[in-house]
């Protein structure tokens, strides 16, 4: 008996000692907290300050939507519209007080003025239509490449550009550029100090950034030999640091202005090259054709040092573009335009590590963060293609009212057709929260 009760105690003792399983806690992840759909082609997305509403810019209008119509694919109601001026692109913003929309309008003819238009967000918000801007003030400079308002809303802190004079012709075909930095009063559009020239010798401007807070400018040149990022100090005028990225062929392209976070502590800058590559509709067994590539990548850069904190692209990124950063400087959102598609990204500021990757996309998409949150609005573009029969025939190139565009197509002896292009968005909102260290 005392034998038979060892031998039950001894098989039952791993069970017994065996661990109790815990349950399962699911990994943090982005969650997608509603999306809108708008049958138009949107140019790009902001906030208001208090991340209730959202700023939808269209190649006509703008439009005001509020996030509690956020839903499964939700079709688009905006509280009011705003006619956008006339004469170039618009680039969006919101006053710091939080009082003001206002628009940096290029002139994009010769018959147009660059313009800071401003309209009464108030307005806006209580739903009414505004067909013009409540104020425009008509800037003294144009070819503006860059620019930014200072805390205070009192000044606009601009990089112009214009050729080198006497300058020779790039292997690209291009004549090097020159440029400086101005800061223009917002009130009466004139050029209130001019603050220093962006000239290296024997490179070319690719494109600067001002950081209004700490007085840094950062200048992005490209010499025969290699492209330059250069740090100065706005007051003194003196370099603070420089920094040197790969040496690019004679032809490679240009890239994008430099990124600042808004606290100042790192900037992104875009670096270029070209190479030869297999053409993608080579055929087999035939001679290998190779195709020029140009490549435009992007690395994240200690603002105070210069040091190469990452590499966010690499060899093969066709083009890369970084749409902003969160209020507090944690978090940017980019897209990479790869030879497998499109790549939209949120990054880690402080690491540039990809914390959440979207592959697949179709077409470009636009990104913006909500102030004070890591939630990020996300504009997914699309368009399609659509052969549809006409009466009569008008000829060319057809703009609709909504903005997409059409062409006639006729065939002998049968009935014309014309090809619209149709214009699509879906806005999402993502909460990155739980993703944020």
């Known amino acids: 008996m005392a ?3 060892w031998m039950v105690l001894f098989l039952a003792a791993p069970l017994m000692a065996a661990p109790i399983p815990t349950e399962e806690k699911p990994k943090p992840r982005a969650k997608l907290l509603g999306t809108v759909k708008l049958n138009k082609h949107v140019t790009e997305v902001c906030w208001t300050p208090d991340a209730k509403h959202l700023i939808i810019v269209t190649d006509e209008k703008g439009l005001v939507i509020d996030r509690d119509q956020l839903g499964e694919d939700a079709p688009a109601k905006p509280i009011t519209e705003f006619t956008l001026p006339a004469g170039g692109v618009c680039k969006f913003g919101v006053t710091s007080d939080g009082t003001e929309l206002y ?16 309209w009464t967000l108030q307005d806006l918000l209580d739903g009414k239509k505004k067909t013009k801007p ?17 805390a205070d809303g009192k000044s606009l802190y601009t990089v112009v550009s214009e050729p080198r004079r006497g300058g020779v012709l790039q292997p690209n075909g291009l004549l090097p550029q020159i440029g400086k930095v101005l800061r223009v009063s917002t009130k009466t559009g004139d050029v209130a100090e001019e603050l220093m020239p962006l000239d290296l010798p024997n490179a070319t401007l690719v494109g600067a950034a001002v950081h209004p807070g700490s007085g840094k400018v950062f200048a992005h040149f490209q010499s025969p030999e290699e492209h330059v990022v250069h740090c100065f100090d706005r007051a003194g005028k003196k370099e603070k640091w420089e ?34 590559a297999p053409h993608p509709n080579q055929r087999p067994g035939q001679p290998v054709q190779l195709m020029g590539v140009n490549t435009i990548s992007p690395q994240l850069l200690n603002a105070g040092t210069g040091d190469v904190i990452a590499d966010l692209g690499g060899d093969d990124v066709y083009s890369s573009q970084v749409f902003g950063f969160s209020t507090d400087s944690k978090l940017m959102v980019g897209s990479l335009y790869r030879s497998t598609g499109f790549q939209f990204i949120v990054w880690e500021t402080k690491s540039g590590k990809p914390i959440k990757m979207w592959k697949g996309v179709q077409g470009e998409s636009l990104g913006s ?38 062409q006639i197509f006729q065939h002998r002896n049968q009935q014309p057709q014309v090809l619209r292009i149709e214009h699509k968005a879906i806005i999402g909102v993502w909460d990155l929260a739980p993703l944020v260290r």
Not at 134 to 150: A, G, I, K, P, Y
Request: aromatic residues 8%; proline residues 6%; glycine residues 8%.
């Open 3 to 5: 034998r038979s009760l």
């Open 103 to 118: 628009a940096l309008v290029f002139a994009g003819r010769i018959n147009a003025e660059t313009r800071l238009c401003y």
């Open 134 to 150: 409540d104020r425009v003030v008509s800037l003294e400079v144009d070819n503006l490449t860059h620019f930014v308002l200072s």
């Open 243 to 276: 920094r040197g990225f790969i040496q690019p062929s004679p032809n490679g392209n240009v890239g994008n202005d430099p990124k600042l976070s808004p606290d100042g502590q790192v900037v992104v800058a875009f670096w270029s090259r070209q190479f030869l």
């Open 369 to 406: 963060f909500a102030p004070g949150r890591h939630e990020l609005a996300i504009v997914e573009r699309s368009q399609t293609e659509v052969m549809q029969p006409l009466e009569r025939i008008l000829g060319g190139i057809l703009m609709d009212t909504d903005g997409s565009q059409s």
